[in-house]
C-alpha cells in the first residue's frame, strides 16, 4: 500500500492524473472555508485531490479507484465528490480541482511560521520540534503550546507589544487555543478554574 504521509506523491494514471500532496505544516486554514486549524479544529487531507480541509468540507467518505493504493472508504473535499463519481469530466480529460505544486520557497519561507500547537506537527520527533520552535522565534513568536504545556523561548530582546495592556486585554475572558499561544492565555485559563470550579493554581 503506498504511504500517502510523503510530502509530495504523483500517481499517473490513465488519464494523466497527477496528485500533489501538501505536507500539513504549510497550511494553516481550510482551504474551502478559510477556517483556521486548532487543537479541535484539525486537519484532513483529501484522498483525491491532497488538499488539506476543515472535518466539515472533508467529511464525505467514497471508493477511490484502485491505483491510488487505498482500501475502503476514504475522505474526499466536496470538490472530488463529483471527479470521484464521474459527472466532472471534460472531452478526453477529467476536470480536476486547481492541486498546489511545490510552494514557491521564498514565499513559503516569508509565510511559515510554524504551528502554533505542536501536537499537530506531522514529524513529532526531536529534529520536527526543534525546527517548528526555529521557524516561530525567527517571527518573534517565542511561545508555542503542546497539548496544554506551554513552551517559552528566550529571544534574547525586547518584544513589541508581547506584554502591553492591550495584549494583556486581548487575551482577558477569552478561551485557549482562540488566539496565539501566550503565558496571559494561561494565567486567564488559570484564573477561570479558580473562580468556576473552585481549583487551586
Known amino acids: 500500500m503506498t ?28 482551504e474551502k472555508c478559510n477556517s ?7 486537519r484532513h487531507h483529501c484522498r483525491c485531490c491532497g488538499r488539506i480541509f476543515c472535518k466539515k468540507c472533508c467529511k464525505t467518505r467514497m471508493e477511490l479507484p484502485e491505483e491510488y493504493g487505498y ?7 466536496i470538490d472530488c465528490i463529483l471527479i470521484v463519481e464521474g459527472k466532472k469530466r471534460g472531452k478526453g480529460k477529467k476536470k480536476v480541482p486547481k492541486t498546489h505544486g511545490p510552494p514557491n520557497p521564498r514565499k513559503r519561507e516569508a509565510l511559515d511560521t510554524g ?3 505542536m501536537v499537530m506537527l506531522s514529524d513529532i520527533s526531536e529534529q520536527g520540534i526543534l525546527t517548528n520552535l526555529r521557524k516561530r522565534y525567527k517571527h518573534d513568536l517565542i511561545y508555542t503550546y503542546i497539548g496544554n504545556v506551554l ?14 495592556p ?15 499561544p501566550h503565558i496571559y492565555m494561561i494565567a486567564e485559563e488559570m484564573y477561570n478554574q479558580l473562580i468556576q470550579n473552585g481549583e487551586n493554581q
Not at 499517473?12 to 496528485?19: H, P
Not at 482500501?71 to 473535499?77: A, K, N, W, Y
Open 151 to 164: 513552551i517559552s523561548v528566550n529571544p534574547f530582546k525586547p518584544i513589541n507589544n508581547l506584554y502591553s
Open 71 to 77: 482500501e475502503g472508504p476514504q475522505r474526499v473535499c
Open 3 to 30: 504511504n500517502r504521509r510523503s510530502a509530495v506523491i504523483s500517481i499517473n494514471l490513465a488519464d494523466n492524473w497527477t496528485d500533489n500532496w501538501v505536507p500539513d505544516d504549510f497550511v494553516k486554514i481550510c
Open 36 to 42: 483556521k486549524f486548532t487543537f479541535l479544529n484539525r
Open 115 to 117: 504551528v502554533d500547537d
Open 166 to 180: 492591550q495584549t494583556l486585554k486581548e487575551y482577558r475572558g477569552k478561551y485557549p487555543y482562540e488566539l496565539e
